[in-house]
């Protein structure tokens, strides 16, 4: 017989956290109490898609997903997905548009919206909001757990462990869920920053800082392909960002050293992208070589590419040489950018790794050392690529754990 829950505690006010809240409250009687270190909750949530909040993915499924057993996230993906969470945000009043690639936004264009429905839910539902309140230990105490915030204490029949992951430390990124959970038993796996700019020790990203491309990305080490994606790219100050390159971030931080960023520039084969530089050439033979992809790519980017091949910038395009129109065409097609790392965590949007998915029940997330202690979201060791498939695994996993096994 499953126990009856009558005061449940959430700990951590983010995406996670809220739905584990108010899907607990659903049971009429029960008192669920939200619990935030911040002085307010969802701060994190407001700051996701550059403050749009791109709140789940119409593509996202279960085999999108990283972590040492992916497969842990499948029922509660397969049981809450992209559907269910518009049809919940739906209920709750958020009007929402869904834009190329599947990305699900806030019709507003703003994450603010997000939050708003959310806090109206809650309150709705009478879930008691105490933030300013971290905890900083629990204890199991016969069939309930006791919560402290400094000299104060809580006694809850059930604890959600929606604490969220190390990323983004300036916006309530911690390791509290973590400390929380070892000290409970609880292992986890090394932590690495995951959706976050590149590092490439190239001084090329310099000139081309604000630049922003469609191309084809391949991390490689030596000849070994560790990563690939495709879509938009930002060149910043001192490498790379953008969906694109967030989706190779958590492959550059497990890749060790000797890593090459290779990118393609142009959506054709070497013959093809040969014949728009030999056709520039015989248009316009007086034009500095600087010139030689303008009007295809970005001027400064273009311009970048010519001194790669080592040609200069100001001599008439009429004296390249056939060689010279092939090397300059190969560096647009396989631009290199040696890689020396990530921007680390207080830029990531997600952290890889967390709590061993192995102590946890993926039916309800319940933990297997504790009747009546759960985890869901970033805190757990699963996280997804860009474009709101980790907001989906927030959405499924605390739906889960807030049916606290029902």
């Known amino acids: 017989m499953r126990q009856q829950f009558t005061t449940v505690a959430v700990v951590g006010g983010g995406a996670s956290g809220i739905i584990a809240a108010l899907t607990a409250a659903e049971v009429s009687g029960r008192h669920v109490l939200l619990l935030e270190r911040q002085q307010r909750i969802g701060r994190k949530l407001l700051a996701t898609g550059n403050g749009r909040c791109n709140l789940t993915n119409q593509n996202a499924s279960p085999t999108d997903y990283f972590g040492r057993d992916p497969a842990f996230a499948e029922y509660a993906l397969s049981h809450f997905g992209p559907v269910d969470a518009q049809r919940f945000f739906s209920r709750i009043g958020l009007l929402t548009v869904t834009e190329p690639g599947g990305r699900v936004?806030?019709?507003?264009?703003?994450?603010?919206?997000?939050?708003?429905?959310?806090?109206?839910?809650?309150?709705r539902a009478a879930v008691e909001q105490r933030c300013s309140f971290p905890v900083?230990?629990?204890?199991?105490?016969?069939?309930?757990?006791?919560?402290?915030?400094?000299?104060?204490?809580?006694?809850?029949?059930?604890?959600?462990?929606?604490?969220?992951?190390?990323?983004?430390?300036?916006?309530?990124?911690?390791?509290?869920?973590?400390?929380?959970?070892?000290?409970?038993?609880?292992?986890?796996?090394?932590?690495?920053?995951?959706?976050?700019?590149?590092?490439?020790?190239?001084?090329?990203?310099?000139?081309?800082?604000?630049?922003?491309?469609?191309?084809?990305?391949?991390?490689?080490?030596?000849?070994?392909?560790?990563?690939?994606?495709?879509?938009?790219?930002?060149?910043?100050e001192n490498g790379v960002s953008g969906p694109a390159g967030?989706?190779?971030?958590?492959?550059?931080?497990?890749?060790?050293?000797?890593?090459?960023?290779?990118?393609?520039l142009l959506p054709f084969e070497s013959e093809g992208i040969l014949s728009l530089v030999h056709a520039r050439q015989k248009q316009f033979p007086e034009l500095e070589a600087s010139e030689l992809f303008t009007g295809m790519l970005h001027n400064r980017l273009g311009r970048v590419l010519v001194k790669a091949a080592g040609i200069p910038a100001t001599v008439p395009l009429k004296t390249l040489t056939p060689e010279d129109l092939r090397t300059a065409a190969r560096k647009c097609e396989d631009f290199c950018l040696p890689v020396r790392g990530t921007d680390g965590f207080d830029a990531a949007q997600v952290t890889a790794g967390g709590l061993i998915t192995d102590d946890f029940d993926p039916k309800t997330m319940q933990s297997r050392l504790h009747p009546g202690l759960y985890?869901?979201?970033?805190?757990?060791?699963?996280?997804?690529?860009?474009?709101g498939y980790n907001l989906q695994w927030a959405w499924a996993s605390g739906r889960l754990a807030g049916r606290l096994g029902t």
Do not use: W
């Open 246 to 264: 967030f989706d190779l971030s958590r492959a550059v931080s497990f890749g060790g050293e000797g890593q090459v960023l290779h990118l393609k």
């Open 375 to 387: 985890a869901c979201g970033e805190l757990l060791d699963i996280d997804g690529p860009c474009g």
């Open 105 to 123: 936004y806030p019709f507003s264009d703003s994450s603010n919206s997000v939050l708003d429905v959310l806090r109206f839910a809650l309150d």
């Open 136 to 236: 900083d230990e629990i204890i199991p105490k016969g069939k309930a757990y006791l919560l402290k915030s400094g000299n104060e204490t809580l006694l809850a029949d059930a604890v959600i462990l929606a604490c969220g992951g190390a990323a983004g430390a300036k916006l309530g990124g911690v390791m509290d869920g973590y400390r929380l959970g070892k000290a409970l038993g609880h292992r986890r796996t090394s932590l690495y920053p995951s959706l976050t700019r590149i590092l490439t020790a190239s001084d090329y990203p310099r000139s081309l800082k604000g630049v922003r491309v469609q191309a084809s990305l391949r991390l490689m080490r030596g000849d070994h392909l560790l990563a690939e994606s495709a879509g938009e790219v930002q060149f910043t």
